[in-house]
C-alpha cells in the first residue's frame, strides 16, 4: 500500500512538529499526572477526576498520532526556491475582485494547512483551482457558495 503524499510549504511542517512536540513533551506527562493524582482518590468507578483524565489522554493520544501521519505524509516544498510567471503550489497571489473592487491576498498551500483567516487557501480549494497556471493581469472566474466570481491577478509573490 503506497502513502499519499500531501505538499506542504515549509512553516505548515514546522507548525505540525511544534504541536507534536508541546503534545507529547508537555500535555502527555501532565495528563499522565492527572491520572495518577485521581487514582490515588481511591474507587475508581466514580472518579470524575479520573475519567476526565483518561478522556483527555484519548484525545491527546489520537491528535499525536493524527500529527505523526500529517508529517510521515508531508512533501515539504520551499516555497522560498520557487519562481515563475505563472500562479503555482507556494505563491502568494494578489487580487481584485473585479466586481466589488477588494483586494486580497492568498498564499496557496497544502489542505492540512489551510487557513483562510491567515490569508493561507488549500491548493484543492475553487479559488485556488481557479487561479492555477493563471499569470499577472489574467481573470479567474471562480465559483463560490455565493455565486460566480471574477478575480484579476495582480501580482504574484514567492516567499
Known amino acids: ?32 499526572q492527572a491520572i495518577a493524582e485521581a487514582r490515588a482518590h481511591g474507587d475508581l468507578s466514580e472518579n470524575a477526576e479520573y475519567h476526565a483524565a483518561k478522556e483527555a489522554q484519548g484525545f491527546n493520544e489520537a491528535r499525536v498520532a493524527e500529527l505523526e501521519d500529517k508529517i510521515n505524509r508531508a512533501e515539504v516544498v520551499d516555497t522560498s526556491k520557487l519562481s515563475g510567471t505563472s500562479i503555482k ?55 463560490t457558495p455565493k455565486g460566480a466570481r471574477s478575480y484579476e491577478v495582480l501580482k504574484i509573490e514567492w516567499k
Open 89 to 143: 503550489f507556494g505563491a502568494t497571489v494578489h487580487l481584485e475582485d473585479e466586481d466589488t473592487g477588494e483586494k486580497v491576498k492568498y498564499k496557496i498551500v497544502g489542505d492540512l494547512e489551510a487557513d483562510v483567516k491567515a490569508g493561507k487557501i488549500s491548493i484543492s480549494s475553487p479559488i485556488a483551482r481557479a487561479l492555477i497556471g493563471k499569470g499577472q493581469g489574467d481573470t479567474a472566474e471562480v465559483t
Open 1 to 32: 500500500m503506497s502513502m499519499e503524499r500531501v505538499p506542504m510549504t515549509i512553516e505548515g511542517f514546522k507548525s505540525l512538529e511544534t504541536e507534536l512536540h508541546r503534545l507529547k513533551a508537555e500535555e502527555r506527562p501532565r495528563i499522565i
